[in-house]
């Protein structure tokens, strides 16, 4: 039985690790089935937030601003994990946004993982749900939901409930599976880039919900197709 991990949970921009962007990470390291230690901090994502990711996490602009970046976070992260694997709900969700940072930072990232969503898909498959909120509700679990410390502490419950009622040593789905993501490494703007999109900044008085600094060539790159699009360019 997997009784040391690292139960992790993300807030994140959108759905999509290849655009999108972590703005909150939260972990509880288990060890010998204890709670050892907790991570939790937000993340400046350099970008504004839409307002349905405010609404469902309650995390504002204000609050990211003042947050350090992934770069400050990424490697405190990795030497919490440690060599334990990780516990998530739906974890290679999790994993994905991680593996995509680490590999822009010529990190190194590689995790096995136990995922409660597929334990549930296996043992409460008569369940009409399977999220995190559904599940707990069924098991009485209390928390706030869509707050990564909150989500990965109500992970590790549940997963403890489930364990309780359906392991086996035989079953395949409580034995960490190794995580795999391709990410492809995304360079920084290039200066002619960022010095064009100062310009039309300057010259149209545009408040971009970026910070330009911060950004990818592809981004960049998609940035000024939207800006040309709308005439500015």
Known sequence: MLNSYVCVDLETTGLNPKIDKVIEIGAVKVVEGKVAETFSTLVNPGRNLEQRVVDLTGINDAELARAP????VLPRFID?????????????????????????????????????????????????????????????????AHRA???????????????????????????????????KKDGPATSSQKERLYRLVDRHKLVLPVDIEKMTKSEASRLTDVLRSKGFV
């Open 69 to 72: 970046y992934i770069e400050m």
């Open 149 to 183: 410390y909150e989500d990965a502490y109500a992970t590790h419950l549940l997963y403890q409930k489930m364990v309780e009622e359906f392991y086996r040593p035989e079953d395949p789905v409580f034995q960490p599976k190794p995580l795999i993501y391709q990410a």
């Open 80 to 144: 919490f994990v440690e060599d334990l694997p990780l516990l998530g709900h739906n974890v290679q969700f999790d994993f994905s946004f991680l593996k995509k940072a680490a590999v822009n930072m010529g990190m190194k990232m590689e995790c096995t993982a136990v995922d409660t969503l597929r334990i549930a898909r296996v043992h409460l498959a008569g369940l009409e749900k399977k999220t995190l909120e559904f599940l707990c509700d069924y098991y009485r679990i209390s928390y706030q």
